[in-house]
């Protein structure tokens, strides 16, 4: 069965620091990858996606991610937070051509000014 | 405005009390999916329906009960549960064939008492 692990659970910086937060997800067969973020009070939103072509794919508000197939990783980086970017995110993986769309449980963001 | 609208936002029930969430996608999608988000848990998909036929059903208890009467309008009928179903109720809506991007309601809060 498919799963996806994101292993850092909380993350606290200042702003101005970079970011990587971890995803790892277990399933041989072509996949498309997703970031989507939750900020407080708000509903869950994309925040970037990978189907095919160029591994390095850019989001919206500076965030962009990695798919290394060989490490199974999808992770999401920003080179310098702000503090609105405070929210939690999370990392999720379908099997190609499937509706049925797995979820991380989610890295919660602390940016302090 | 997401595209996707859910009602109530929060409940609160006893456990003997019959109860249902609602949700409308105002996108055209084709399909609906009910997710179970519970803190420190990935997001847990419950049910999913493309055109109005159920087609995936994640070992959900009995106690829930979805209803789809057409594509733009899903229901999760709620029936004896416990305390620990106490958790926000995520609707989500997608266009079948796409890619598998989700489009997110802002929730329906449960609580059981």
């Known amino acids: 069965a498919q799963s996806v692990s994101q292993h850092n659970h909380h993350v606290i910086l200042s702003e101005a620091a970079s970011l990587e937060l971890g995803c790892n997800y277990s399933y041989g067969g072509t996949v498309n990858l997703f970031w989507y973020v939750q900020y407080p009070g708000q509903h869950l939103q994309l925040l970037l996606k990978?189907?095919?072509?160029?591994?390095l794919v850019k989001g919206i508000k500076g965030f962009e991610a990695e798919f290394i197939k060989s490490k199974f990783s999808f992770n999401l980086r920003k080179p310098s937070v702000q503090w609105s970017d405070t929210a939690e995110y999370f990392c999720?993986?379908?099997?190609?051509?499937?509706?049925?769309?797995?979820f991380g449980t989610g890295t919660r963001l602390q940016v302090f000014p | 405005e997401t595209g996707v609208t859910q009602t109530p936002r929060h409940l609160v029930m006893g456990m003997t009390n019959k109860k249902s969430l609602k949700c409308e996608q105002h996108l055209g999608h084709n399909a609906m999916y009910w997710y179970k988000q519970s803190a420190k848990k990935p997001l847990e998909l419950m049910f999913v329906?493309?055109?109005?036929?159920?087609?995936e059903n994640n070992s959900v208890p009995s106690r829930f009960s979805p209803e789809c009467p057409n594509s733009s309008h899903l229901f999760l009928h709620l029936h004896t549960l416990q305390p620990e179903d106490s958790a926000l109720y995520l609707c989500?809506?997608?266009?079948?064939?796409?890619?598998?991007?989700?489009?997110f309601g802002e929730g329906s809060r449960l609580t059981v008492l």
């Open positions: 999720a993986v379908n099997a190609y051509n499937t509706d049925k769309l797995i």
């Open positions: 329906y493309n055109f109005k036929e159920q087609t």
């Open positions: 989500a809506s997608s266009q079948q064939g796409d890619t598998g991007e989700l489009f």
């Open positions: 990978y189907f095919s072509g160029d591994p």
